[in-house]
């Protein structure tokens, strides 16, 4: 009861929480031992809206066949369960970085769910999943440096690393204070634009969509990110990892998988990714990766990802691009100043398919993430 309290306090007021240990986390990485993965269902794709302090995404990664990068991405947050705020947000990186990235950030006024909660809509933007559950339509007019008109529909099975892909926090494993959750369709044809003010993108290529829940102040369940999404014309391969605060022992959770056009290779939670060597950051403390490793190993596959990540697309102060209610949820955190760094290497996927070796190209792109 005392450790509850104590988070509770940690939740209201933003400071830091004390040291439970790693047996404070129930990892995913737990359930996938016994089910590596499960795929998805239409009904697993229902927004959460908690009624508690959470951030809750849908995010949609585009490689386009010309060589853009895109983001668009809806963030819905909850704070004490008082105030409750949405956002859409959209990025263009151009190849070779001929003009400078596009990035809109905007408040989604008049914002509500479905009856279902399959769909998000709001006064000038929405993310609307088809009748048959295998698509999604992104629209928004919020910002006019940025008019998107997207349509993102599933080529591979979608997936959740474990039974339901949850990690939960807490003390009482019957009661858990928090969880993070990540759902993936991992291989996604895309179709559609975003229309800025240089002209019109075309984002015919591919994809990958991810529904995340962070069921609690997102600083104290994470402190460090690694993410990877690779598209070739055969294979995707993506990771999700995160590094707990010391509160829940520095553990380590990583969910992940390979895909072909139209079926799962491998996912679960025997993934690594690593930072090979250090650049770091002469305006400020983190220890910016030069170079990395990323490896998925399970079900006969053993691939990886490997090499200098170059110079980084985007550095991003997080605490002065997000939103006011993410602010308000670090607001008070001592020693909370988040960034976000970014890149497209050429690096190839080598990978060993039940004992055929094969490599191929791609796009790329790749976010290590410090947040504490």
Request: aromatic share 10%.
């Given at each position: ?56 995404t849908q995010t949609f990664y585009l490689m ?309």
């Amino acid at each position: 009861m005392m450790n509850w309290a104590k988070q509770q306090l940690a939740n209201v007021v933003g400071t830091e929480e004390p040291v439970y240990g790693p047996s404070a986390i129930q990892s995913v990485a737990e359930q996938a031992k016994e089910v590596p993965y499960t795929e998805l269902k239409k009904e697993d794709l229902k927004w959460t809206v908690m009624d508690s302090t959470n951030v809750e995404t849908q995010t949609f990664y585009l490689m386009s066949d010309q060589g853009h990068i895109g983001l668009a991405q809806v963030i819905y947050s909850n704070v004490m369960g008082v105030r409750t705020t949405a956002q859409f947000n959209s990025k263009i990186i151009y190849p070779g970085q001929k003009l400078p990235h596009l990035w809109c950030c905007d408040p989604a006024e008049g914002w509500e769910f479905d009856e279902e909660k399959y769909t998000f809509q709001a006064n000038n933007c929405g993310i609307e999943l088809s009748e048959d559950g295998n698509s999604y339509r992104i629209t928004s007019s919020t910002n006019p440096d940025c008019v998107v008109d997207l349509t993102v529909t599933r080529s591979a099975p979608g997936f959740v690393v474990g039974k339901n892909g949850i990690s939960y926090f807490g003390t009482d494993a019957q009661n858990p204070w928090g969880r993070m959750k990540h759902a993936f369709w991992p291989r996604c044809k895309v179709e559609g634009s975003m229309v800025t003010k240089d002209g019109e993108v075309d984002f015919k290529g591919k994809g990958l969509f991810i529904h995340a829940l962070q069921g609690m102040k997102p600083h104290h369940a994470a402190a460090r990110w690694n993410f990877v999404n690779f598209q070739s014309p055969t294979y995707a391969a993506v990771m999700m990892e995160y590094t707990t605060p010391p509160s829940y022992g520095s553990t380590v959770v990583n969910v992940g998988g390979i895909a072909t056009d139209d079926k799962i290779l491998y996912a679960g939670a025997t993934n690594t990714a690593k930072h090979t060597a250090i650049k770091g950051d002469p305006e400020n403390d983190w220890l910016e990766p030069g170079s990395v490793s990323y490896e998925w190993k399970g079900n006969g596959i053993d691939a990886e990802l490997t090499g200098s990540l170059g110079e980084r697309l985007d550095k991003v102060d997080v605490m002065a691009e997000v939103p006011k209610f993410v602010k308000q949820i670090v607001a008070g955190t001592v020693g909370t100043k988040p960034y976000i760094y970014q890149y497209g290497p050429q690096l190839p996927l080598k990978i060993n398919d039940n004992g055929q070796q094969k490599e191929e190209e791609g796009s790329i792109f790749i976010e290590a993430t410090f947040i504490s």
